[in-house]
């Protein structure tokens, strides 16, 4: 996908390992990329859960997935948000 444009990924787009482990078993599917390689997978059949998934070395001023949790905690109590699940990182990426 250019670097400028967003939307469904490639069907063949390769499942990171911590999506993997995040899922514990449930159907995986791709549904979102974003213009710095971020992902987002759906989890479970339906869709019970989603994932966002970020490679390290994206420039944080583009995307910063703690920051967004941040954003996420701090407007729950005002406002309907996704309830946030669980943040965290490896060697490779972040996620949401």
């Known amino acids: 996908m250019p670097?400028?444009?967003?939307?469904?990924?490639a069907p063949d787009v390769e499942l990171p390992p911590a999506v993997r482990r995040l899922a514990a078993g449930d159907a995986v599917r791709p549904v979102w990329e974003n213009q710095v390689g971020g992902l987002t997978f759906a989890l479970g059949a339906p869709p019970s859960r989603y994932v966002k998934w970020l490679p390290r070395g994206v420039d944080p001023a583009l995307a910063d997935l703690a920051a967004e949790a941040e954003r996420l905690r701090w407007a729950a109590p005002h406002t309907p948000v996704?309830?946030?699940l669980d943040v965290g990182g490896d060697d490779d990426a972040t996620w949401l």
Request: hydrophobic residues 40%.
């Open 3 to 9: 670097s400028w444009l967003a939307g469904p990924p």
């Open 82 to 84: 996704p309830e946030l």
